[in-house]
């Protein structure tokens, strides 16, 4: 009897205590005053941890083994199922509505990388896009089919970058930026394109075997242009530049009227013709006029000279034709010489619409 009354006394005391101090230490008699259960020793050390309850869960969604979703509960899962609310062994924690995966190190992405060790995924496991977004947009996206949509949320095909993909009229502004190799085309493999800087610059495909260039119809460069305002040219020195053109056409604005320059847009052949006639003047005996095609601000230059014997008066001026094989960037502008001894004035236009009087013309033509 008394040893029962003893037991007895020793539970209330417990359950005294318990309710006096609001925490419980074990093995501790001094438990930390801010936890409600401190399982360290007196010393606060411990060489035990805690062992959670191992439950076998049936999914993230599922309340079982338990009979409700509780807040708070941290359960050890032993077991592993597949579908939308899978659940792997390890750590769960359940938020009121279902249960969630404790990740560590090894299971989430972490800023800066990963070290894995091994290959890892990053996505959904359900029947969800991918979105990655930047400054609070979204720039891409991953849908559940596979499909790559960069621009779009709704790609049709496997990389998509046109914001309408189904529209039949205005697809959106979007443009694919396209690298050079050097690599083989059986490398590549069939279906490959690549970017040649060769001939100019053209796409290439690969069927596997070799690089097949992709056919295009390429808008040649046609410029005819005349002069409409005058311009003199002194006797002597190093000759100027004929500039301020009015074009009559100019179809890949490759020409710069007011410089008098002319710039290859790719590699190839060009047509070029510069003819000119000077105002009724004097001229010196031994004189001469040149028209000059200069390519690349003199680094290569082509002329053609119309020499004068006798002094006398007439209306000088010269003219030359020229094809050009050029390099895309090459720049031509033609240019004017003289030794007649005086100052000459061109001979140009009556106005800028006019047909007539067409002494002074400038063309290039991509052959």
Known sequence: MKKKFFKLSLVLSCMMMSNMYSQVGMPTNNPNKNAVLDLNRTDGTSAKGLLLPKVALAGTNNVAPMTAHVSGMHVWNTA??????????GEYYNDGTKWVRVASLTDAWIQDGNSNGAIKAIGTNDAFDLPIETNGAERMRVTTTGNVGIGT????????IRPNPTSTTNPGVAFLGIGTTTITAPTAGS????????????????NGIVWNQLSSTVVKSTVVAKKATSQSFVSGGLGANVINWNEIVDNNNT??????????????QYSVSFSYGFLWSTIVA??????????????DTRKSVNAFAA???????????????????DQVNPRIYHTTGATQTLRVSASASSAD???VNFSVSEL
């Open 286 to 299: 031994g004189s001469q006029v040149e028209a000059l095609i200069f390519i690349n601000a003199g680094a």
């Open 311 to 329: 002094a006398g008066g007439c209306m000088a001026g010269s003219s030359i034709s020229f094809v050009l094989d050029l390099k895309a960037g």
């Open 255 to 268: 020409f710069n009227p007011t410089t008098g320059v002319f710039t290859a847009p790719r590699d190839g």
């Open 357 to 359: 009087d067409g002494f």
């Open 191 to 206: 279906g490959a394109i690549r970017y040649n800087t060769g001939s100019g610059g053209v796409l290439e495909y690969s």
């Open 80 to 89: 592993t199922t597949t579908g939308t609310n899978a659940v792997t062994p």
């Open 153 to 160: 949320s709704s790609p049709n095909a496997k990389l998509d």
